[in-house]
């Protein structure tokens, strides 16, 4: 590699591997991915070598050129999945690798991580769509039309309910048992005035929105690489968030004074 990168241009070089590492881990990577893409985007700019360490809630990265190192620790935020947001960062280091001129490459990349494209769906289709998934899974377990209804829109408000608070910063365990608890009380309504012909599948069914696979997934594959630490601290949290709905069920079936629920 080159030995003309000052101090200042490894400072720089350092920080925006970690941003990008942040991005991968905030936005729902797995461990692999965000350690390889770190390293490689190093390297792609000049480094020697850069090495990662992940935990649960934060990241330390070192890069190492003309045998000085330069370390940093970041925190890390819980954002929601956006599996676009990922392909556009792999992009970018894939363009980064491929560039054969290093004229204000670093500028050029950094530029392009200012410019991520981080628009999501509208709130209002997100949650028709959630409603939808739950309605069609209750339809396919024999649920009548009305019950199909009720689920439809149990589903919807409870989704809206979660990005409105998770958009405010709400614990998101709190977020996840205010969940639960909308959308089982809409659905257990089901039983409070007899609609439909089964009202346990509208209950399971609205809240199946919170079931946490993505995370789960992640967790299982982290372990499986290695990545025991972050592995079972995301395992850990991802039950948190299981039992998180299940206080919201039973405080709205409680609520109702319902004592019969399950198939």
Same mark, same amino acid.
């Given at each position: 590699? /080159?030995?003309?990168?000052s101090?200042?241009?490894?400072?720089?070089?350092?920080?925006?591997?970690? #941003?990008?590492?942040l991005?991968?881990?905030? !936005?729902g990577?797995e461990?692999?991915?965000?350690?390889?893409?770190s390293? #490689?985007?190093?390297?792609?700019?000049?480094?020697?070598?850069?090495?990662?360490?992940? $935990?649960?809630?934060a990241?330390?990265l070192?890069?190492i050129?003309?045998?000085?190192?330069i370390?940093t620790?970041?925190?890390?935020? $819980?954002?929601?999945?956006?599996?676009?947001?990922?392909v556009?960062?792999?992009?970018?280091?894939?363009?980064?690798e491929?560039? &054969?001129?290093?004229?204000?490459?670093?500028?050029?990349? /950094?530029?392009?991580? =200012?410019?991520? =494209?981080?628009?999501?769906?509208?709130?209002?289709?997100?949650?028709?769509? &959630?409603?939808?998934?739950?309605?069609?899974?209750?339809?396919?377990?024999?649920?009548?039309?009305?019950i199909?209804a009720?689920?439809?829109?149990?589903?919807?408000?409870?989704?809206?309910t #979660?990005?409105?608070l998770?958009?405010h910063?709400f614990n998101?365990?709190?977020?996840?048992?205010? /969940?639960?608890f909308?959308?089982?009380?809409?659905?257990?309504?089901?039983? !409070?005035?007899?609609i439909?012909?089964?009202?346990?599948?509208?209950v399971?069914?609205?809240?199946?929105?919170?079931?946490?696979?993505f995370?789960?997934?992640?967790?299982?594959?982290?372990?499986?690489k290695?990545? &025991?630490?972050?592995? &079972?601290? #995301?395992?850990v949290?991802? !039950?948190m968030?299981?039992?998180?709905?299940?206080?919201?069920?039973?405080?709205?079936?409680?609520?109702?004074r319902?004592?019969?629920?399950?198939?």
């Amino acid at each position: 590699m /080159t030995t003309s990168i000052s101090y200042v241009k490894q400072q720089r070089i350092t920080r925006l591997c970690v #941003r990008c590492g942040l991005l991968l881990m905030q !936005y729902g990577a797995e461990s692999a991915v965000v350690v390889d893409l770190s390293k #490689r985007l190093g390297l792609a700019l000049g480094m020697s070598s850069v090495e990662c360490s992940l $935990n649960f809630n934060a990241i330390t990265l070192t890069t190492i050129c003309d045998e000085r190192c330069i370390t940093t620790t970041r925190d890390t935020i $819980n954002q929601s999945i956006n599996v676009n947001l990922l392909v556009q960062i792999q992009q970018i280091i894939n363009k980064t690798e491929a560039t &054969v001129d290093s004229t204000d490459l670093i500028d050029r990349t /950094t530029l392009a991580f =200012d410019e991520l =494209d981080k628009t999501v769906y509208p709130t209002w289709l997100v949650s028709m769509f &959630v409603g939808a998934s739950c309605a069609a899974f209750a339809y396919l377990n024999g649920g009548s039309w009305s019950i199909t209804a009720v689920t439809f829109i149990a589903g919807m408000v409870a989704m809206f309910t #979660r990005i409105y608070l998770s958009k405010h910063h709400f614990n998101p365990f709190i977020t996840v048992i205010v /969940t639960a608890f909308i959308a089982s009380l809409i659905g257990a309504t089901t039983y !409070y005035f007899d609609i439909g012909n089964n009202a346990d599948i509208a209950v399971a069914s609205s809240v199946l929105l919170l079931v946490p696979s993505f995370p789960l997934i992640n967790s299982f594959s982290d372990i499986l690489k290695g990545y &025991v630490n972050i592995g &079972v601290g #995301r395992a850990v949290f991802t !039950y948190m968030l299981t039992l998180s709905a299940c206080v919201g069920i039973v405080m709205a079936l409680v609520l109702l004074r319902i004592q019969h629920w399950g198939f």
